[in-house]
């Protein structure tokens, strides 16, 4: 099975509720596609951390301990390299190393999503978190990169386009913002959260929109 991970603002916790539910119920994933947040968890996940490693990471501050002020504001007011040392730091370096196949939603200078499969993993991730304006975009090989979510949230018309998975599981973040359009749909097993309503101040309760999902989870698994 294919595992799609939606964008979502700051939703890494939903995300790792989801993840969770497929280890607990030993699903064996073949693929894992991901959006901004999705993007982000996925990356962890396919470098061998597991859901409790996860969440220690991403939880050990608040949302703007990793954010700094970006000098050329033009490009984003704020500035993720801190989010690109800490992936740099523990996960593998390109995204075609982790553990199984790989891919991240992004989108280019004129709002063209693609899903990336080879390349430097932490500049792509950052890259799908990028909100336009917000963060700075990140310029890969001379080519400027920004929010996956702003083109695709979902990711899995072109991830389904490249892998033909037999089967699929999308865990769809509520919208926040980003493409209104939920494409690739069919046929996947689809799991909902809501928005997380979380600022760059808190993280809030974050063990209970683990749990919220992870129980969401499990009982989708129940239709398979």
């Known amino acids: ?25 030993n699903i064996p994933v073949d693929g894992v596609c991901g959006t901004s947040s999705g993007a982000l968890v996925g990356a962890l996940w396919v470098s061998g951390l597991s859901t409790q490693e996860i969440e220690k990471e991403i ?55 693609q899903i990336k499969t080879s390349g430097p993993l932490a500049d792509f991730v950052v890259a799908s978190c990028s909100i336009p304006y917000l963060f700075s975009s990140i310029y890969i090989d001379g080519v400027r990169y920004c929010d996956g979510g702003a083109g695709d949230r979902i990711g899995a018309k072109g991830w389904k386009e490249i892998r033909n998975p037999q089967q ?11 493409a209104k359009k939920e494409e690739g749909l069919e046929g996947s097993i689809v799991v909902r959260s809501p928005r997380s309503g979380v600022s760059f101040f808190s993280f809030g309760e ?4 683990i749990e919220r999902t992870r129980l969401a989870t499990h009982d989708a698994l129940k239709k398979i």
């Open 1 to 25: 099975m294919d595992v799609i991970l939606s964008s979502g603002f700051l939703a890494f916790a939903s995300h790792i509720g989801f993840l969770r539910a497929l280890e607990e119920a």
């Open 59 to 113: 939880f050990r501050g608040r949302p703007i301990s990793l954010l700094s002020l970006n000098p050329y504001v033009w490009r984003g007011l704020l500035s993720l390299y801190k989010v690109v040392a800490l992936l740099q730091d523990i996960a593998v370096d390109r995204l075609e190393e982790g553990s199984i196949p790989f891919g991240v939603g992004v989108c280019t200078s004129d709002w063209t999503p």
């Open 168 to 178: 699929s599981m999308v865990h769809l973040v509520e919208r926040s913002r980003g």
């Open 206 to 209: 974050y063990q209970a929109r």
